[in-house]
């Protein structure tokens, strides 16, 4: 399990995330909701290791994790995909794949099946530079390379944001698939509402760096969830 506890973090004098609070399990996804500029991507950047928090602590697995670096969490099972994808361009897609080894052991160098059946569209694509595919592809390349890591902890950001609705369907697909594996936990920043809604199995509103509402899926007030986005 995750477990966030009241955590900070600030860039120079201005202060990012205050006083965060969250939890994900595995086999559950937890859905971190809000307008652009609350803090969502801060904290992601926190669990991934890309910031260092100024206080509170983060646990993993019944590990305080809060001051590793982000290879040795990857190395702990903790994937991230980024806003933005950064996949490499100008390697090809297999080779964008194979760079997801880098937290494995050697025995483990291989690309899982899942990553195949999951983006069918990547295997016809291997040979090609990451460049030269469509956002939606990137995105799914993205996500791919995160796979091979052999995750126990999902990061994403925003992973619909500028994608065509066919391949926000085999995201949506693919988280589904995830989550029914019980075996990873899932944070998922979102400000696509309709899409979080369906996959959400916890949900967190943030403003201004904090957590101003949160729920589980049985106890969702729908009206209080929007009302929340909008401040």
Known sequence: ???????????????????????????????????????????????????????????????????????????????????????????????????????????????????????????????RRGGDLSGGQQQQLAIGRALVMRPRLLLLDEPTEGIQPSIIKDIGRAISYLRSLDKIAIVLVEQYLDFARKLGDHFAVMDRGAIVYSCDRDKLDEGALRRAMAI
């Open 1 to 127: 399990m995750l477990d966030v506890n009241a955590i900070d973090l600030h860039y120079g004098a201005a202060q990012a995330l205050r006083a965060v609070s969250l939890k994900a399990e595995p086999g559950k996804v937890t859905c971190v909701l809000g307008r652009n500029g609350v803090g969502k991507t801060s904290l992601l950047n926190a669990l991934a290791g890309q910031e260092p928090v100024t206080r509170g602590t983060i646990s993993w697995q019944g590990e305080d994790v809060t001051a590793l670096t982000p290879p040795e969490r990857a190395r702990r099972g903790i994937a991230y995909v980024p806003q933005g994808r950064e996949i490499f361009p100008l390697l090809t897609v297999e080779e964008n794949l194979r760079t997801g080894y880098a937290p494995l052991r050697r025995d483990e160098h291989t690309i899982p099946d899942d990553v195949f059946s999951l983006f069918p569209a990547l295997r016809d694509m291997l040979r």
